[in-house]
């Protein structure tokens, strides 16, 4: 069969339309999964607490009071994007593995 040039080489439409609506659900799942999802990372032994969604969006930071006696400005600054990092990575964890597999396309 060919359409516009191109032979489709017995290509079943019907297969490839079903397996892309699967795609698509599974893409809507995950994404609502991780919406739904929170992750907290932290640095210092736990002195810092950033909680981000499953979108990466930074909800919630905590530094323990502890943090603020012997810490300069600059150590704590370290510590709450060590924080943010760590839950963000956790984050991106989750969405690599709700990702649907298309076969074929390396993904």
């Known amino acids: 069969m060919t359409t516009g040039g191109f032979d489709l080489g017995g290509l079943d439409m019907g297969a490839l339309l079903a397996q892309a609506q699967s795609v698509q659900s599974q893409l809507e799942a995950a994404q609502n ?25 930074l909800d919630a930071l ?15 600054a370290d510590l709450v994007v060590a924080a943010v990092k760590d839950a963000t990575e956790q984050a991106h964890s989750m969405q690599q593995s709700l990702m649907p597999q298309m076969p074929g396309l390396g993904l």
């Open 33 to 57: 999964q991780l919406a739904e999802s929170s992750f907290e990372g932290t640095a210092g032994g736990g002195l810092v607490r950033a909680t981000v969604t499953g979108t990466g969006e």
């Open 62 to 76: 905590t530094i323990a009071p502890e943090a603020l006696e012997d810490a300069d400005a600059e150590t704590l």
